[in-house]
């Protein structure tokens, strides 16, 4: 899971590289609204990295979604569905929604967590360990 603030500020992520990634999606889980992103892609040090701003919006659960598809042909069918009256959200849910028709391919599948707290932790109290003195009973 990736944390991220509320913030216009630039902020990046870390994605493991993927082969023939042409798009990314980001869906707010709360209400399956479409999410501007406008971040620039590059790889360093194994990782695929993402910087840009993200609108988001505190406490709120996103999936972001990478697809391996034909660029050209979306882009043909988005602009056409814009042209035809449809908001730039409402032809990109049309356009996800029949993805098979631009032979894609999901690549990426992420979470990603908008919190505004400086400290969180995902994992905050979600492993208990036990002690043991380490001591054997051989019978």
């Known amino acids: ?5 509320e913030t216009e500020a630039e902020q990046e992520i870390r994605l493991l590289p993927v082969e023939g990634l042409t798009l990314l999606v980001l869906v707010n889980e709360a209400d399956n609204s479409i999410a501007d992103i406008d971040i620039t892609m590059s790889i360093e040090d194994y990782y695929l990295m993402g910087r840009g701003v ?3 919006k505190e406490d709120n659960f996103y999936t972001l979604k990478g697809y391996n598809t034909d660029l050209a042909n979306y882009q043909s069918k988005l602009s056409e569905l814009e042209a035809e009256g ?7 849910a049309a356009c996800l929604s029949d993805f098979n028709k631009f ?4 690549v990426i599948y992420e979470r990603i967590f908008c919190t505004n707290q ?3 932790d995902i994992n905050k109290d979600g492993f208990n360990s036990n002690e043991s003195n380490n001591d054997y009973i051989i019978i």
Request: charged content about 25%; hydrophobic content about 45%.
């Open 1 to 5: 899971m990736i944390v991220l603030k």
């Open 54 to 56: 993200f609108d988001l």
């Open 86 to 92: 449809l908001t730039k959200e409402e032809a990109i």
């Open 103 to 106: 032979n894609s391919e999901l």
């Open 118 to 120: 400086s400290n969180y």
